[in-house]
């Protein structure tokens, strides 16, 4: 492991700041200019998070891994990827960067740096959806990670963009995108209330992923490393 | 072949799956936000699945070789890819995952978990279409499949976005994917009594765009066991 | 050049006739979809172009080099790529797959196997557009060329979704396109009045882009076989 | 160094001019065919200027760098990447280009060959927005110069597709085309007396990511070289 923590650490919350500032930012834009078009609003929002993510983990993957997400932090430190030890700094890191991600997009767009969302979503199925979310993504992740040519950042970026319209939640797939999502009463807010079912069945969904593919790919627990400094280095 | 075949037939299960609860979710999602303007929901249904055909060919593709469907399996076995003694279980595992990710997406939506399909796709030309639309499937994968770099996702992936729009049936391609519609009475449906023409008319697309690279490519049987355990492990 | 000349001509055949299926099949199914709305029918019909010359690229590049155009034919020859007693073959496969081209996605949607369009497009702004945007093409080819990983196909794909957009013309680019689609009374169709200046504009942007690749790449010549028998092969 | 200033300059100002077209061109004709619904104009205005730059980056980047932003021209100078005495030739051929571009686009839709926009973009949160945008744009650029398979042309071209819905600037992110765009009083345009704020937030954006990087990356100035001439040569 030969960057240092600390650069590491501000590479998670530049990240994860400039994804949630995309997911709010780009749901501000799509919902002003969409006239109620619920439709075209998700296409735009969908296109420039998907676009974000491929952006992202191209940049910052060979710096910190570009997990952008506690799930994907969190598993990749059960399969002995990230020691446990960094794995606070990560956490804390991809929380505040998001915060400060969705801070970023209201001033940009002249709204208030923070705003409780009212975006009721606690319908069971969203929750279900947020696990069946999670556990796709973390699934990729693995599958991907046996690859080169930066098969990660194309393969997460395609799925979520897939996931924003096969389930029923958007797919936040992300708890410190959720919790961010909350402090932004627009298109992309949940409201506090909603976050701790849809955090809870994330870390459900990417836990069965895991736990399918040790099964699925025996060596997976030496590509774990390679998650966190991505293997595409010449 | 150093993946065992449970390990290969889970793969497929899983990734046929998340195929179907795509084409389906996204375009329950679709249907219900376009207030009615189809070309908008045949563009999010069209963007969702050819971004998780990139996904999954990624993701599964160096466990199983991410065929996804029973006409590639079959093409690959004629081509002695696949040994023919595997493929029923390949096949089995892409219906009953395609029913399941069937499944899946309606509980998402808080549909019923199944409903036969009411929606007529009889026409002479939808069958033709399904020809064309399974032969040129084939061609790509044929055609991609001597290349590196996950040529064969990005291939797929981007041949399916087109074909959604090229033929008058919005290419299905996918006996897996056909069975699994028509027990979703929405917007991707079909109704079961005109699921044995697509299926037919796409086996005998792959059959024709197999033939004929049998020409084209006189290595073919060389690359198709390449195509199972895919050539992009470093 | 181990790929023998009729396998060569037949895949430029097969290429250029799904390409052309697609620019006008998407083009009828956008336009019965968005009931008059313009820029959603142009926009699906984008995404579908784009996304087919990635997958055909990709897929006949390895066995003809994927022309599918009698500019880049031409252009290739001229820089000592194809030998000039093939050009000949390749441009008639070319011309007569995207005839096949457009009748099979007639056949596809229900309209008559042929029919001369009534679409003008002679306006000198639409004329100086095919220039601006082959010379472009032709730019984009010849600078790709120097790459790996299938740049070809990717920038090519990427170019014409955007010169759909930027140039009056919706950017054909393509003689054998633009023949194609003077037999297609539909969205895509051209009035076969308005072909030749499309094609000479078409041929004089070509080869003023390969002009001054001449000077901009001293190497040109070097590269000119590899656009053939592409340089992706492991 | 091994291709001559000359050319360097040359594909500097076409691919600057290319890039503009793209932006003013899509953005006429997105605006004409939308008729008033402003999120499908900038959904196809979006499409369009990611892609090209996809393919710009692929086509140019191994002669020039393919830099067509004075913003990345200076960063790269100040990493000892470009040659300072070299930035001058650089930044006046990506300006000309620029504006060459316009002019092209205006002649191509048949609109006056300049005209000065009346579009204002004055607000606070908008030049805000540029400096976020070149933050992150110059994030990517110097994060994917590390990475093989053309990562820079899809990291840039993701970037921007997500960066024209996140912004409240829709994105400039470059002076060469925010120059550019003041002389069309198009969808694209801006008001002359918007332009010194933009540049200036511009620049600032780029210098704190680079000042940033210069930290998370000690390798920087290494790689800084690479970027003038990309290191996907076989």
Redesign the interface.
């Known amino acids: 492991m030969n960057i240092s923590l600390p ?1 590491r650490v ?2 998670e919350f ?1 990240g994860t700041a ?1 994804l949630v ?2 997911v ?3 749901g501000v ?2 919902d002003r ?3 109620g ?16 993510l ?3 983990i ?6 910190s891994g570009a997990h952008l997400n506690p799930v994907v932090t969190l598993m990749d430190a059960l399969e002995k990827g990230l020691p446990w030890t960094e794995t606070p700094y990560y956490v804390l890191a991809q929380v505040l960067g998001g915060m400060s991600g969705a801070v ?2 209201h ?4 709204l208030p740096a923070i705003s409780l969302s009212h975006h009721a979503r606690s ?1 069971p ?1 969203q929750v ?2 947020e696990f ?1 979310a999670t556990f ?1 993504l973390v ?2 992740i ?3 990670s ?6 990660v ?7 979520i ?2 996931a ?5 939640s958007t797919s936040f797939a992300n708890p410190a995108v959720t919790i961010a999502r909350c402090v932004s009463d627009t298109f992309a807010g949940i409201r506090p209330v909603d976050v701790p079912w849809f955090v809870f069945a994330q870390f459900l969904g990417g836990f069965a992923a895991t736990m ?1 593919f040790r ?3 025996p060596s997976l627990q030496v590509r774990a490393k390679e998650v966190l400094l991505s ?4």
Chains 1, 2, 3, 4 share one sequence.
């Open positions: 650069r501000v590479a530049l400039f500032a995309t709010i930012g780009s834009m799509a200019l969409a006239n078009n619920v439709a075209l609003a998700l296409l735009a929002n969908t296109l420039a998070t998907g676009a974000i491929v952006a992202l191209l940049a910052f993957g060979q710096i970023i997009a001033l940009m767009f002249s319908a199925p279900f959806s069946v796709g699934c990729v693995w599958g991907c046996r690859l080169r040519c930066n098969a950042a194309f393969g997460v970026g395609a799925y963009t897939a924003y319209w096969f389930t029923a399918i099964w699925l790919m293997h595409d280095l010449e």
